[in-house]
């Protein structure tokens, strides 16, 4: 950590209208670090990376790389510079080969044919390199999402890559992926690479990072060692009041309320489907929460889908309100008074053009039909409701629910099943990619609902946040459901046990 | 300067100007364009004659328009035009005063073949284009095998005024096009299914998981599509007292989806305008009209036509002006300033 820094941002503003994105930000990274950039949604993470990458221009300010000020137009011309970003969605093409994608666009060529064989052999070098082999001719979607990470990366750093950026690489990965991941950019960094990297998780920031710049509402809020930061201090610098650290003492020490004995809402025996999730036995009862926890790909949203029957069942039986019931479609399942937030939630839950008010009414429309509209008035009357209640941060109701940031967004689907008051609500990670006081806020209101009586199947990959809120925890592992243990008489080392393959 | 930037911003705008430019054009050439005479109670004049040839083509595109709003395109209307003219003119043919069966057979005819592309699309999974692509194709068959491959003479006086006749001074199938954009307009604005289409368009898969029947309601859009098309089959055929299962409504699929998008809805799917699209076909029939009455040679017009298509296309994508406008002022501004690029989103 000697010497002047590989990138520096002296003083840089940037604003768009109505928005003081950047304000005076000084950022250093130097050669050989990773240092993390951490802040809630909106303090001007992904700002400052535009702008360091060509995406958007500075007001003010300056960039330096290598001592000399730079501006980059074109997200091209940063690259040509020597920077790399990686964003969270793999930008790659899956239909291609390894190799293609690796060398698409810079073919190295013979006789004014591709050279193939060149190709695949510089491919291959440039992974083993990062310690990854792999068949480079097959195409890219045979591989899971961290591999396909892994050749971005070797993509981005193949040719004078002088600086990494990396933005939330590791939302879509498991445990083991990610420490994959991190091998690789353990690697990167004796080879003097510069690393910038963004994530919303606390224990990763820990696990990789030499040193942490947190921002805040478009400052830089400042800049530590990560081995000087304790994580409450990283908490309450990130939410900018001291008040986090007790309240996240208190989370801990608060004990779920007791178990009593209820009929479940919904009972499920032997549920499965042939390819997609083996025979499950689960209940939900009303007034409480169920925390499903797993691996990636251990079968928790398998079972959420089969329980709302977004996945039709092909084994067991079932039963809703004490009567038997088979639940064909989400259809089905909505008219039992079921709702489902869904894991992946710019894909599979927001319409991201239409307006927050006409995304919170849609499920309560379906429900009725499309023959009895509700009125527009009573449709803002729904709408400026629950803004209210769950503290939704908008301009108005006919904000499009796109430009709202993914706490935001997740609250209004939260409100989006709300509206049509149902008896159950299935929450597939509805906190990934929030940051911590949008997910406390989550979290409370679950816990709200659940005193009035909802009952809730909590599905995260957080294990700590799985163990602090369920009053009964099923473990999954390998498609299949391995335990069930009292949320209030087990501690997180136990679960994490049972989805290693421990024993109770 | 500002309020007309802001009035820019409107999805209309652009539509309304171009219609406007086009009138100008006209105007320029023939003073008394705009001018209506009354003759034997009926209203005359170019208006009327560009709201009547249009009504077709409004009728095709109501129905493109909201299945091109739920991501999809319905490519066999022109056939299904051919089709539900030839069931009628058949009928017809037997006995000329049959004309409430003869509309009744047209219209189911639209119907049972808009349903039969709804389900190769919503049900079958088929993708929208090459599902449609069958009807297209197979449909002129069947009008042809409907029609003996022969020109059918319609001569029923009946039938003739639904296309041809006056009602309360306009003519009868303006009325027709009208209460097809009133009818649209209240199941879109009244009901809810303007708001199921446009987030089946959106985000399907986020639209199965709130509950909605997507299936059923793209079903419906192409029935829908199939109604409109022998709507505009029936008026098409009394227009011009004959059906011709080889060049009735050929083409007309390409008009329709040109007045879709001129209207400014999406070939992507999501947010529609019917408003936008009845600009749309009135911007492309008064450009045929405009076309003839300024003497471009009959040979040349289709070239023209393109010509301006392309330059209205052009001039409505946000993209392309913003690339022109930086172009542009490069070109004057030169050393000036550096150019003022918008934030890319």
Known sequence: MTGSPILETIGLSKSFPGVKALQKVDFRLYKGEIHTLMGQNGAGKSTLINVLTGVHEHDAGEILLGGQPVKFATPLEAEAAGIRTLYQEVNLCPNLSVAENMFAGRQPKRRGAIDWKTIHARAEAALAELNVSLDVTKSLDTYPIAVQQMVAIARAVSVDARVLILDEPTSSLDDSEVARLFDVLRKLKQSDIAILFVTHFLEQTYAISDRITVMRNGECEGEYLAKDLPVELLVSKMVGHERMTERLQRAESEPPAPMTAVPPFIEMHGVGRRGVMNPVDIDVQPGQILGLAGLLGSGRTETARLLFGAERADAGTMTIDGRAAKLHSPRDAVRHGIGYCPEDRKKEGIVADLSIRENIILALQARLGWWRSISKKKQREIADDYIGRLGITARDAEQPIGLLSGGNQQKVLLARWLATEPKMLILDEPTRGIDVAAKFEIMDRMLALCAKGLGILFISSEVSEVVRVSHRIAVLRDRYKVAEVAGNATSEDQVYRLIAGGNQ | ?345
Not at chain 2, 103 to 111: Q, S
Request: with cysteine; glycine share 12%; hydrophobic share 55%.
């Open chain 2, 1 to 345: 300067m500002r309020v007309f930037k802001a009035a820019l911003q409107h999805p209309l705008a652009w539509p309304c100007l171009t219609l406007v430019l086009l009138v100008l054009l006209d105007l320029t050439h023939n003073a008394n364009f705009l001018s209506l005479s009354m003759l034997d109670g009926h209203l005359f004049g170019a208006p009327i004659d560009i709201l009547n040839r249009a009504a077709p083509l409004v009728l095709v595109s109501l129905g493109m328009t909201l299945v091109i709003a739920t991501r999809g395109i319905d490519i066999s209307v022109g056939a299904v035009v051919a089709i539900a003219g030839a069931a009628a003119a058949t009928i017809l043919a037997d006995d000329p005063h049959a004309v409430g069966e003869a509309l009744i057979a047209a219209l189911t005819v639209g119907v049972l073949a808009g349903m039969w592309n709804g389900v190769l699309v919503a049900f079958v999974g088929m993708q929208p284009i090459i599902a449609t692509l069958i009807l297209m194709v197979a449909g002129r068959g069947v009008a042809q095998l409907l029609t003996g491959g022969q020109i059918i003479p319609i001569g029923s006086p009946g039938y003739l005024f639904v296309g041809g006749g006056y009602l309360a001074r306009m003519p009868c199938s303006v009325w027709v096009a009208m209460c097809g954009i009133a009818l649209t307009a209240l199941l879109m604005n009244r009901t809810a299914l303007g708001l199921f289409i446009r987030a089946i368009g959106i985000n399907p898969v986020a639209t199965r998981l709130v509950g909605l029947r997507s299936g059923a309601i793209v079903f419906g859009v192409y029935t829908f599509s199939g109604l409109t098309a022998a709507i505009a089959g029936i008026l098409a055929s009394s227009n011009v007292r004959s059906a011709d299962g080889n060049n009735a409504g050929l083409l007309l699929e390409l008009d329709a989806i040109l007045a879709v998008t001129l209207g400014g809805t999406s070939l992507l799917g999501g947010r529609f305008s019917l408003a936008g699209t009845v600009l749309g076909a009135l911007i492309i029939q008064t450009l045929t009209y405009t076309t003839y009455s300024i003497g471009v040679p009959p040979e040349a017009t289709l070239v023209v036509k393109a010509a301006v298509v392309l330059v209205v296309s052009v001039v409505q994508s946000a993209t392309a002006r913003t690339v022109l406008v930086r172009h542009l002022r490069r070109a004057f501004a030169g050393v000036s300033k550096r150019p003022i690029t918008e934030a890319a989103k």
